[in-house]
């Protein structure tokens, strides 16, 4: 069983910055893409950004650029680099993976994020 495990988040100033990562235990098991999204309280899950096998990324209009998503293939490793934080950010991200044979979709367990003075 493939589990995506979040790190990362935590509380941080306005202005800062975070880096989450999520890491994948399946060991021969890839993903076709790989991205990361945020649930605020009373708010639906968004799209923050995702990168594909290729390397292509795109991102929400919220975190173009402020947010950088990388992957480390080898690892299977996806990053999401958060500078210039807002505390509209605020949020649980969650990240997400879809698996390259069967196409079926992955989450992880989600980590908070707050941003806060």
């Known amino acids: 069983q493939v589990q995506l495990v979040e790190s990362g988040g935590g509380l941080v100033q306005p202005g800062g910055s975070l880096r989450l990562s999520c890491a994948s235990s399946g060991s021969g098991f890839s993903f076709v893409a790989m991205g990361w999204y945020r649930q605020a309280p009373g708010k639906q899950r968004e799209l923050v950004a995702r990168i594909f096998g290729g390397g292509s990324t795109n991102y929400a209009d919220s975190a173009k650029g402020r947010f950088t998503i990388s992957r480390d293939n080898a690892k299977n490793t996806v990053y999401l680099q958060m500078n210039s934080l807002k505390p509209e950010d605020t949020a649980v991200y969650y990240c997400?993976?879809?698996?390259?044979?069967?196409?079926?979709?992955?989450w992880g367990q989600g980590t908070q994020v707050t941003v806060s003075s």
């Open positions: 997400k993976g879809i698996a390259a044979l069967t196409h079926g979709e992955y």
